[in-house]
């Protein structure tokens, strides 16, 4: 799927996260929503923001979706819908809702 090896640094954590979101995915109770796909997406955006080759990083965060089998413009929708509407609000209005 990636085509390029993973960062020897980063190759357990990728590991770990492939198993981890798998188990998550086939648990019968999950129910994916906005606050899933935006906390998987800004979780991995700050995992791999210093990954020293750039222009793979984007193409890891792919893979990892495509090989669990989540839609990345979807989670990305579903994200951007979350931080819409949390934008201008408050701690404890954010909270109540």
């Given at each position: 799927m990636l085509g390029s090896p993973i960062n020897a640094l980063y190759k357990n954590m990728m590991t770990d996260i492939v198993g981890t979101l798998h188990l998550i995915l086939v648990n019968g109770r999950f129910q994916r929503d906005g606050?899933?796909?935006l906390g998987l997406?800004?979780?991995?955006e700050l995992l791999l923001r210093n990954y020293p080759e750039e222009d793979i990083k984007s193409d890891i965060v792919s893979s990892l979706l495509k090989s669990v089998g989540l839609d990345e413009e979807e989670l990305k929708?579903?994200?951007r819908?979350?931080?819409d509407w949390a934008k201008g609000k408050t701690k404890d209005e954010i909270s109540a809702a």
């Open positions: 606050i899933f796909s997406l800004t979780s991995l929708v579903e994200a819908v979350i931080e």
